[in-house]
């Protein structure tokens, strides 16, 4: 069975302090994700990943920052928390060279920003 | 560009009735296509996937989704929903650049009652 795993599962961050999301996946896919998901907006792609040292920008890439490290781990950092950016995150882990791949999330992370 | 279109944001079914959720998409060609469910506080979990082929798509729990390429859409069904099925419904389409990201629509909420 496919395994994404985030941590931590809730956070509280004050305003303009840095918040560093986790991603583990044990899949040993190339690809690898982070999503918002927002009522009204659906699942929104912030950063993702094509496998160790590669970050690339979504659609929404605008105050996050994204780290690769290893094919395992890939991390999503906000530098300056804004409460606009209160939201459950998502990261995904994916083989998907061809599309026709499904993509394995995690439980998701809630985000407050005070 | 590629999007989905899901109309209904909230769909309220009687326990065994039938239930139809509806997607639409725009894709240059014929894509992939995903449906995936949220159950409250998870991360999403794949139901069905539809390759190039059958149009009709046979998923778990008693699902399934029919593509029509005419209409540009990938509608699920299912002929007797349970109180388990109370849950959001994604659906889903391979987006262009690499990587293979998936755009997902906004969500349809189904909610049963007894």
């Known amino acids: 069975e496919a395994a994404v795993t985030q941590s931590p599962r809730n956070k509280v961050a004050v305003t303009g302090g840095k918040v560093t999301l986790s991603c583990n996946q044990t899949?040993?896919?190339?690809?690898m994700y982070w999503y918002r998901q927002d009522t009204g907006h659906g699942l929104r792609l912030i950063h993702y990943s094509y496998g160790a040292g590669s970050t690339e920008k979504g659609d929404i890439p605008d105050g996050y920052k994204a780290s690769r490290p290893s094919q395992e781990n890939f991390s999503l950092i906000l530098e300056l928390a804004t409460p606009s950016q209160t939201s459950v995150y998502f990261c995904?882990?994916?083989?998907?060279?061809?599309?026709?791949?499904?993509?394995?999330f995690g439980k998701g992370t809630r985000l407050t920003v005070v | 560009a590629q999007s989905v279109t899901q109309p209904d944001a909230r769909v309220t079914v009687s326990e065994g009735a039938s239930l139809q959720l509806r997607c639409k998409y725009s894709y240059f060609g014929t894509p992939y296509l995903f449906w995936y469910v949220q159950y409250p506080r998870q991360g999403l979990q794949l139901l069905l996937k539809y390759y190039p082929g059958d149009p009709v798509v046979q998923g778990v729990n008693g699902f399934e989704a029919e593509f029509s390429k005419s209409n540009s859409s990938f509608h699920l069904r299912k002929a007797s929903v349970h109180w388990s099925d109370w849950a959001v419904y994604f659906c889903?389409?391979?987006?262009?650049?690499?990587?293979?990201?998936?755009?997902f629509g906004t969500g349809t909420t189904v909610s049963v009652s007894p």
């Open positions: 995904a882990s994916g083989d998907a060279r061809t599309g026709d791949t499904e993509v394995f």
């Open positions: 899949n040993n896919h190339n690809n």
């Open positions: 889903a389409v391979p987006a262009y650049q690499g990587g293979r990201a998936l755009i």
